[in-house]
């Protein structure tokens, strides 16, 4: 029993009469990587917060047995105190402050309310060494780090808890390929040091590569528990445990006539709003064709979203040169509201700050950009239109809500997003820039994203999809853009596609700038 | 489902309960004084500015920010409306309008540091605080002017003609009444219609008894009002001013497109604009039509008195900040109505009001006006969490 460092035993918590755990059972070996599996709601993020006191103990029923005895935590602090500490999906460092601060933020090293910098610094040098960061300057202000190295600092600032039981909320879901994995590599670097790891994520090709067991959670309860070595814990597998059916094909066929271009642009620059002398888009040229779906991938930072969003009117970027054509026009867009008119849309990969008014409900912002062409005259407003066709998106596309009065805020990430697509369905356009549409959602609700891009396809409207997965990028475009540093590199046909091909690409690429740098 | 219904409702009409709840207590604590159509009709002329400049201050909040110079052009439009009539003989009319022109340019002013140069509100408009006085005190010497002609005072202290069907001692205005019963058919029809066609489109609509129960409720409160109106000396210019105000603002923010962009801009600003709002624009605008709001109601306030002082306004701009935050409007921006602006101003009103009448000092009026905002603010934020 004593390899057991955790057990939940018969959680069940509700929330205004809906239970969002039902009888929950978890068991975590001591020395493990323990990868908790569910689609988003399922409530893998309310057990961890019950389990690090989040909810405090009475809030819930059943009971929590750390390291043999049982466990009443009534806050985070009464967890931490036992070495269990929690990084949530949200980072939680203070950007002004230094690394070496926010490594100590909450555990200061000091005497009677006085910090002492010289040990501070001393240790903040020492265990950024575990996390490959040896080289940062402590001083720094966290914010100026790129995403994948502040989660890399949060992992610091849970080791300088004395961390037995770390539980990492997607560490990865704002990372890319690279980072991701360094990211990893790390946790399997902890877990030779002792450290227990649960780990939420919905990156399946992540768990397959370090967890040693899988729990898998559906609708608040607990479905299976597999283990490595023993089980078949292929991602296939896992995604049938998580949606309790097998999908097939995970990304849904698409059988459509793709037709003439319709969407061209031609030697598009933009540069930095806040740098006049910095070229984010360099000579971008690219066409889309009616009924076509083409991706841009690249890694994070390659200007994919900087793109899209100068060539929606102009919303980011300043000094921006070059041509687009639509249907053999070219348009000159200068704000948002020109593209709009010009029937494009484009769907952030933000959803929450740049995609949704998350404190109102779900009519008024399906019909937020559609509201002056169509769902008003002479400037008021037909409320009664407005609703008729947010009950039919509602209906159309899935949108999982009691009334379309529903606040956004409260609908899972799934469901916000499919919002916002219908937001920009209203608009009825021609030409869709969906930026990352399936980040942080489910399974599920990504395959129903995804037919709805084909519906859209099929409809003969021509479709730009970024995305930093790259399996979606191949799974879903006829035809894909590879963007680095701000400038298109390949192109590859539905033909030629494959995972090594896109990365052989931005190597040889960032190769041959490194070579021609120095 | 049901019960979650009822409660909005409850939450909706919820600051009107409380406000003839006060209105009840004060009523008990004055034996009745506050009831008396004396009083009533000093209610109307009393806060006839706050309401108007708390409807403006509304579109403020709504972009999630305030107007801290709102009193300090109340008094300096009221300042050069009064010069204009005493000292250059302008006819009044003609100074009312280019008092207005005045007011929208202050707001214009405001509105392009705010919106086309992005300087913090609560800066700009702390400026055009401390200036607007300033520039008051050197337009008026730092002396009252006054006494206004009757023509001029009619706007704050006077009445719409009146049609007495009582007696000389006893008199009753058939016009008030009139007013009344029109409303009244308005209200019940156009219910009546948006009843029909919800039924019509097939949308949920609440049960009867409560459309009926919320009818009663404002029906009678306006007949409640009318009829003391009515036995005083008749409905006041301030209270048609007042209606026709609230009116066309209530409608801007339910019914129209610019009026959904602003609630746009407070509830995720950066969501608006790349909904294609032109959130400067948005901005620039309310900060505009604060300064057009604030002219009114200097033009009610020096009327209302028969004198511009440099004094004038001084603390409005907190009146009617405070009445929006009664009101339910939230200071993240966003939420908010016209409506519950208008109740919240009428809470203070008849708070100040009912407190003078049984004798407290304007000292412990304002210790009162301080724990009202935040009561009403604490319940609302925190009845909003326990969701």
Same mark, same amino acid.
């Given at each position: 029993m004593s390899d057991v460092i955790l057990e939940m035993n018969h959680i069940t918590k509700e929330f205004s009469g809906v239970k969002a755990l039902d009888d929950i059972n978890l068991k975590v070996k001591r020395g493990e990587i323990h990868a908790l599996c569910g689609e988003n709601g399922a409530g893998k993020s309310t057990l961890m917060n019950i389990l690090s006191g989040v909810y405090p103990y009475g809030s819930y029923s059943g009971e929590i047995?750390?390291?043999?005895?049982?466990?009443? %935590?009534?806050?985070?602090?009464?967890?931490?105190?036992?070495?269990?500490?929690?990084?949530?999906?949200?980072?939680?460092?203070?950007?002004?402050?230094?690394?070496?601060?926010?490594?100590?933020?909450?555990?200061?090293?000091?005497?009677? #309310?006085?910090?002492?910098?010289?040990?501070?610094?001393?240790?903040?040098?020492?265990?950024?060494?575990?996390?490959?960061?040896?080289?940062?300057?402590?001083?720094?202000?966290?914010?100026? +780090?790129?995403?994948?190295?502040?989660?890399?600092?949060?992992?610091?600032?849970?080791?300088?808890?004395?961390?037995?039981?770390?539980?990492?909320?997607?560490? @990865?879901?704002?990372?890319?390929?690279?980072?991701?994995?360094?990211? +990893?590599?790390?946790?399997?670097?902890?877990?030779?040091?002792?450290?227990?790891?649960?780990?939420?994520?919905?990156?399946?090709?992540?768990?397959?590569?370090?967890?040693?067991?899988?729990?898998?959670?559906?609708?608040?309860? @607990?479905?299976?528990?597999?283990?490595? *070595?023993?089980?078949?814990?292929?991602?296939?597998?896992?995604?049938?445990?998580?949606?309790?059916?097998?999908?097939?094909?995970?990304?849904?066929?698409?059988?459509?006539?793709?037709?003439?271009?319709? %969407?061209?642009?031609?030697?598009?620059?933009?540069?930095?709003?806040?740098?006049?002398?910095?070229?984010?888009?360099?000579?971008?040229?690219?066409?889309?064709?009616?009924?076509?779906?083409?991706?841009?991938? *690249?890694?994070?930072?390659?200007?994919?979203?900087?793109?899209?969003?100068? +060539? %929606? *009117?102009?919303?980011?970027?300043?000094?921006?040169?070059?041509?687009?054509?639509?249907?053999?026009?070219?348009?000159?867009?200068? @704000?948002?509201?020109?593209?709009?008119?010009?029937?494009?849309?484009?769907?952030?990969?933000?959803?929450?700050?740049? *995609?949704?008014?998350?404190?109102?409900?779900?009519?008024?912002?399906?019909?937020?950009?559609?509201?002056?062409?169509?769902?008003?005259?002479?400037?008021?407003?037909?409320?009664?239109?407005?609703?008729?066709?947010?009950?039919?998106?509602?209906?159309?596309? #899935?949108?999982?809500?009691? @009334?379309?009065?529903?606040?956004?805020?409260?609908?899972?990430?799934?469901?916000?997003?499919?919002?916002?697509?219908?937001k920009w369905m209203v608009t009825e356009p021609d030409i869709l820039i969906l930026d990352e549409p399936t980040r942080g959602i489910d399974v599920g609700a990504k395959y129903e994203v995804h037919c709805i891009i084909n519906d859209l396809a099929k409809a003969g409207k021509g479709i730009i999809f970024i995305s930093s997965e790259m399996p979606e990028i191949i799974g879903m475009c006829d035809r894909v853009y590879i963007l680095n540093e701000g400038e298109i590199i390949g192109e590859l046909t539905k033909e030629e596609l494959s995972q090594e091909k896109i990365m052989k690409y931005i190597i040889s690429h960032q190769g041959r700038r490194k070579h021609n740098g120095k | 489902m049901e019960s979650k219904k009822i409660n909005l409702d409850m939450k909706k009409y919820g600051m009107i309960l409380a406000m003839i709840a006060i209105f009840i207590v004060f009523n008990i604590l004055s034996g009745g004084k506050n009831a008396t159509p004396m009083n009533i009709n000093n209610l109307v002329m009393q806060n006839g500015y706050v309401v108007i400049l708390a409807t403006g201050m509304l579109l403020c909040t709504l972009t999630g920010n305030i107007d801290l110079g709102v009193g300090s052009i109340v008094a300096l439009t009221g300042a050069i409306c009064a010069i204009m009539v005493l000292d250059y003989n302008i006819p009044v009319p003609v100074a009312f309008l280019i008092v207005i022109v005045v007011g929208l340019l202050c707001g214009m002013f405001a509105g392009f540091f705010i919106a086309f140069l992005d300087i913090p509100p609560f800066i700009v408009t702390l400026a055009t605080m401390l200036m607007g006085r300033g520039l008051t005190y050197v337009a008026l010497k730092a002396q009252t002017k006054g006494p206004l002609p009757n023509s001029y005072t009619m706007v704050g202290a006077g009445y719409l003609p009146t049609i007495n069907i009582g007696t000389s001692d006893a008199p009753v205005d058939l016009l008030s009444i009139l007013v009344a019963a029109v409303a009244s058919v308005f209200i019940i029809l156009s219910e009546f219609k948006s009843y029909r066609t919800k039924r019509k489109y097939g949308f949920d609509v609440n049960p009867l008894w409560q459309i009926a129960i919320k009818d009663a409720v404002i029906l009678a409160i306006l007949w409640f009002f009318m009829i003391k109106l009515a036995t005083y000396r008749g409905m006041p210019i301030v209270l048609l001013l007042m209606a026709i105000i609230v009116g066309i603002y209530h409608f801007i923010t339910t019914k129209t497109v610019a009026g959904r962009h602003i609630y746009a801009l407070g509830g995720n600003a950066k969501a608006a604009r790349l909904s294609g709002i032109n959130t400067r624009k948005v901005f620039f605008w309310v900060y505009t039509n604060m300064g057009l709001l604030s002219a009114i109601a200097g033009i009610v306030l020096s009327a209302r008195n028969a004198s511009a002082t440099p004094k004038a306004g001084d603390g409005f701009e907190m009146d009617a900040i405070a009445s929006c935050y009664i009101g339910g409007a939230a200071t993240s921006g966003g939420i908010g109505t016209i409506i519950g602006a208008v109740v919240g101003a009428l809470i203070m009103g008849i708070l100040n009001n009912g407190m003078s009448l049984i004798g407290w000092s304007t000292d412990i009026q304002k210790v009162v006006k301080g724990l009202v905002l935040l009561g009403a603010v604490t319940v609302d934020l925190v009845s909003k969490r326990k969701k």
């Open positions: 047995v750390y390291n043999g005895e049982v466990c009443r %935590f009534r806050n985070i602090k009464d967890s931490e105190s036992k070495g269990i500490v929690i990084i949530h999906q949200e980072l939680a460092l203070s950007p002004y402050l230094s690394i070496a601060e926010n490594v100590f933020i909450g555990n200061e090293i000091a005497k009677s #309310g006085v910090i002492n910098w010289t040990k501070t610094m001393q240790k903040a040098r020492e265990m950024l060494t575990i996390v490959g960061l040896e080289n940062e300057n402590l001083n720094v202000p966290v914010g100026s +780090l790129g995403v994948g190295k502040q989660q890399l600092i949060e992992i610091v600032k849970a080791l300088a808890k004395k961390v037995d039981l770390l539980i990492l909320d997607e560490p @990865t879901s704002a990372l890319n390929d690279e980072e991701s994995k360094h990211l +990893l590599d790390i946790i399997l670097q902890l877990k030779k040091k002792g450290i227990t790891c649960i780990l939420i994520s919905h990156k399946l090709n992540e768990i397959s590569y370090v967890a040693d067991t899988i729990t898998i959670i559906r609708d608040g309860k @607990t479905i299976e528990t597999l283990e490595k *070595g023993k089980d078949d814990i292929s991602e296939d597998r896992i995604i049938r445990g998580m949606v309790g059916r097998e999908i097939t094909n995970r990304y849904p066929p698409r059988d459509c006539k793709i037709g003439d271009v319709i %969407f061209e642009v031609k030697n598009w620059n933009v540069y930095h709003p806040e740098d006049e002398h910095k070229r984010v888009i360099k000579d971008v040229s690219f066409y889309v064709r009616a009924g076509e779906v083409v991706g841009f991938a *690249g890694l994070m930072g390659a200007g994919r979203t900087e793109l899209a969003m100068s +060539l %929606f *009117g102009r919303a980011y970027g300043q000094k921006i040169s070059g041509q687009i054509f639509k249907n053999g026009k070219e348009l000159h867009l200068k @704000t948002v509201s020109d593209a709009i008119k010009n029937k494009i849309a484009y769907v952030s990969e933000d959803r929450k700050n740049h *995609g949704l008014i998350l404190i109102d409900d779900i009519k008024h912002n399906i019909s937020l950009a559609a509201l002056r062409d169509y769902f008003s005259e002479r400037g008021v407003i037909n409320q009664y239109e407005e609703i008729l066709s947010a009950n039919e998106y509602k209906k159309k596309i #899935g949108i999982k809500a009691k @009334t379309v009065e529903q606040q956004v805020g409260a609908l899972s990430g799934g469901n916000q997003q499919k919002v916002v697509l219908a | -």
